[in-house]
């Protein structure tokens, strides 16, 4: 699947404690109904095998939405569930050998922290790029310090990828973020963490649109 940027509008990254009551697929298929563009199945302590058994009850609950759905870290999780690609940290598979294993028509996104981050990557091999943390948040607890607004700006100039920022975000950083020069936004908690996944996906994506005037 080839990304868009119109895809990274609003991505939902999830949390398997956060989602644990009402369960990873009904949260996810709320988001859905609410209007989340990308999905990016998160779950640092879960096994490979634990992670394809939930990217492929993921991806029917996604069929025909035209949402990525993408794993965190996990290159092999990604390849055997036959998922639209990846997300990487700094620290996970170098982005050469991910993409020949990935091939060319998946995704591949990398988080990003610092000036240097943002500027390492080859296009070839990357997608789009993942910007913060914004804000501090509960959701990664082992992140570097927050950047907010002015350095997400810093960091989103200094690319020509699509890039989509992550931490602490709620719907009034909505046209700060987009500002930035940011094609969307990543949360966690903010829907995850909601009483009513698809009305807080709904807030989310209605402050995103407003701010670049897109209703749609």
């Not at 999830?14 to 989340?36: F, I, N």
């Not at 700094?90 to 998946?106: C, I, N, S, T």
């Not at 989103?156 to 700060?176: E, Q, Y």
């Amino acid at each position: 699947m080839a990304l868009t940027r119109a895809a990274l509008r609003l991505y939902l990254v999830t949390d398997p404690v956060l989602c644990a009551a009402e369960g990873l697929v009904s949260v996810v298929t709320a988001a859905l109904r609410g209007g989340v563009s990308m999905v990016q199945l998160r779950d640092k302590g879960a096994s490979t095998a634990r992670r394809v058994e939930a990217a492929l009850a993921l991806k029917q609950a996604l069929a025909g939405s035209g949402v990525p759905l993408v794993i965190d870290d996990d290159v092999e999780a990604a390849v055997l569930a036959d998922v639209d690609g990846v997300h990487l940290g700094q620290d996970d598979m170098p982005l050469a050998e991910a993409r020949r294993r990935l091939g060319l028509d998946k995704i591949i996104g990398l988080s990003c922290e610092t000036a240097d981050h943002v500027r390492a990557p080859d296009p070839a091999l990357v997608d789009y790029l993942g910007l913060g943390t914004v804000f501090s948040t509960p959701s990664k607890p082992d992140h570097k310090a927050a950047i907010g607004l002015s350095g997400l700006a810093q960091l989103a100039g200094g690319t020509a990828l699509p890039s989509v920022a992550i931490g602490g975000l709620k719907p009034g950083h909505a046209a700060g973020v987009l500002a930035a020069g940011c094609d969307g936004m990543a949360v966690v908690s903010a829907i995850c963490g909601q009483p009513d996944p698809e009305a807080a996906a709904r807030r989310l994506r209605a402050a995103l649109d407003a701010a670049t005037g897109d209703r749609r």
